[in-house]
């Protein structure tokens, strides 16, 4: 039982002891005069002691008072005493308030003399719509006698009420209570911020395991992009001995060779060069990018791979691009980034179709728009296109898109697909117009391979 319930219970035996203080008070006074009345004389003397007793009963029994009515005064608690208003079959359908304290004004707002002898529906008009619960608590305690102990918004007033009923006669109910909303509020405060901070580490943990699974991707993809170099300048070598070979054998047999040798030494030099080509993109991803940067405009670069471009009768290219502005780029990257977006449109639009290729300057930035009516791609695949050894195609080996995002990033820059699967695909690349490393322009970066590789993912 924690305080405020021991303290309402014993504040009501004190009201109880009083009462019966009182009383007994009042009937030993009246039995003492009848007694002395009846067997004392009547001289003057007599008469003279009778009324010195009954002054100092009284002033006992208004000193005793007094302090009974200080005590009900300075309770912490709200308290009121009430009497059951019930309807023709029993049921308690309003109350009258018959006694209050000060602090039942404090904590409602409410002056005594506009509550007591009035009832409940009167002093709040709306109680019966908005808090029949309280008329129907009061009701129970007041007729089996049982305390009750609730909290309830108590809406007239728009306040939180914590509430202990108890009846000393059936039929009457006195009510301490003490206003709770400050606390309710502060609780609600804490349970939101409770909630947030759920939220906010549930967020954190996931940024974490992300962050972790990222790692973990990266630290793979840099053990295959080591293993790559490796791998890649072990077999360049032997490759070179077999492409040397087949061409030393090729002018050696000349015009003896029938048409299914001739196939055949095709066959070997195409296999050489898409392995070299494997072996190139291992090369380029595993290795750091250093750029060379250099003045350009959008339109020189797509001009540029225009030309390098093989483009079938049936697929239709529209170049937008702008003369400005002058932006610094290492040239031969972003072209071959473009070629690869160029040829991955049109492998998409096999029954033909249109590509337009746009830029647009944007503050310190331009933007690129590649736009296909191709065949589109799926969400799931969306997802995948920029992480290396993914791809959707019979050759390859899923670098293209992935060493076009490095390039990109590279250069400061993003790149992101938009696609609707059955319609087309969009690639924008965002690249700013002043690079940080445009004074190491002369500097010399690593050496490729070629100059541009015609790879595409």
Known sequence: MDLKVKTAIFEGWVRICVWVYLGFVKYF??????????????????????????????????????????????????????????????????????????????????????????????????????????????????????????????????????????????????????NTTEQKYDCEKLEEYSKGLELTVAARTQELTETHERLLKSERFAAIGELAGMVGHDLRNPLTSIKNAAYYLNRKRGMLMDVKEKSMFEIIDKSVNHANKIINNLLDYSRE????????????????????????????????????????????????????????????????????????????????????????????????????LFTTKAQGMGFGLAICKRIVEAHGGRIIAESILGKGTTFTITLPIEQELKDQRQEPGLAEESLIQTDSD
């Open 289 to 388: 990018i250093n750029l060379e940067i250099e003045e350009c405009t959008p339109k020189s670069l797509i001009d540029y791979v225009l030309l390098m471009t093989q483009v079938p009768n049936n697929v239709k290219i529209h170049d937008y691009t702008q003369d400005q502005p002058t932006m610094w780029v290492d040239s031969n990257k972003m072209e071959r980034v473009f070629l690869n977006l160029i040829k991955n449109a049109i492998d998409a639009m096999p029954e033909g179709g249109k590509l337009e290729i746009s830029s647009e300057q944007k503050g310190e930035n331009v933007d690129f728009i590649f736009a296909d009516t191709g065949t589109g791609m799926t969400e799931q695949t969306k997802a995948k296109i920029f992480m290396p």
């Open 29 to 178: 006074i009246l039995r003492y005069s009848i007694y002395d009345s009846l067997t004392d004389d009547k001289g003057p003397n007599s008469m003279e002691s009778e009324n010195s007793r009954m002054r100092s009963a009284e002033e006992a029994l208004k000193e005793s008072e007094e302090r009974y009515r200080n005590l009900f005064a300075h309770m912490l608690n709200g308290f009121a005493y009430c009497k059951v208003l019930n309807d023709e079959n029993g049921r308690a359908v309003d109350f009258v308030y018959l006694e209050a304290n000060d602090t039942f004004e404090k904590l409602t707002g409410l002056k005594k003399a506009d509550v007591i002898g009035k009832k409940a529906t009167k002093v709040f008009p709306k109680i019966k719509e908005l808090n029949p619960e309280i008329i129907e608590a009061y009701g129970r305690v007041a007729e089996t006698g049982k305390s009750e102990r609730f909290e309830v918004q108590f809406k007239p007033l728009g306040i939180w009420l914590e509430i202990t009923a108890y009846s000393l006669k059936k039929g009457y109910f006195a009510a301490i209570f003490d």
